[in-house]
């Protein structure tokens, strides 16, 4: 009896094993997408880097017509 009941969870820990591998085998197939996903967008936005003084110019230029709308 005590065999037959050992043999059993030997088998269910197997097939988890097995599971887990697979699972395991999906996580890392997506993570690779994920990271081709990442590049496209570090390249996108490679245009900021470009043009960051007209970015900063505008972010002063609001943060200084705040300050003259609080002075009023």
């Given at each position: 009896?005590?065999?037959?009941?050992?043999?059993?969870?030997n088998k269910d820990?197997?097939?988890?094993?097995?599971?887990?591998?697979?699972?395991?085998?999906?996580?890392?197939?997506?993570?690779?997408?994920?990271?081709?996903s990442l590049e496209r967008v570090v390249?996108?936005?490679?245009?900021?880097?470009?043009?960051?003084?007209?970015?900063?110019?505008?972010?002063?230029?609001?943060?200084?017509?705040?300050?003259?709308?609080?002075?009023?």
């Amino acid at each position: 009896m005590k065999q037959d009941l050992q043999s059993h969870l030997n088998k269910d820990v197997r097939e988890d094993i097995e599971k887990l591998y697979d699972h395991a085998k999906i996580a890392n197939g997506e993570m690779g997408d994920i990271k081709i996903s990442l590049e496209r967008v570090v390249t996108d936005v490679g245009w900021l880097l470009k043009y960051h003084w007209i970015i900063a110019t505008a972010a002063i230029g609001g943060l200084i017509a705040g300050l003259l709308n609080l002075m009023k």
